[in-house]
């Protein structure tokens, strides 16, 4: 069976939007953005896996849009925790990278499975 690789990129992003939380609270002692992202960066995968076993191909469509606004969610988070000096430049461009990659996948599943 082959990997499914919108799953494997979404838990690997939750991993490490985990320890990106773990830095900025315990290094830049942020509470209120941290949440945030944590909340939302995790809730990707989250939606991803429960789109995997839908009921239906509805309820597979539904988690799969909500995955994709929770990603676009995170997206805002980590440019504002950037953009107010939270995030170096190397972090916010590493953790970009990721986040722009997982919505074109989702954007991608989700205009083929509307269609359908």
């Not at 896996?49 to 239906?56: F, P, T, V, W």
């Not at 939270?86 to 990721?98: H, I």
Request: hydrophobic residues 35%; contains cysteine.
């Amino acid at each position: 069976m082959s990997e499914n690789i919108i799953s494997k990129k979404s838990f690997d992003f939750a991993v490490r939007t985990v320890n990106l939380y773990k830095h900025l609270t315990a290094e830049k002692k942020e509470f209120v953005l941290s949440k945030q992202l944590l909340r939302s960066g995790t809730s990707i995968g989250a939606n991803v896996s429960e789109a995997e076993r839908g009921q239906s191909k509805a309820d597979f469509n539904a988690k799969l849009n909500i995955a994709l606004k929770e990603a676009n969610e995170t997206y805002y988070w980590l440019r504002l925790l950037h953009q107010t000096d939270y995030l170096t430049d190397k972090e916010f461009k590493s953790m970009e990278t990721d986040i722009d990659e997982i919505i074109a996948i989702l954007v991608s599943i989700c205009k083929k499975t509307n269609k359908k």
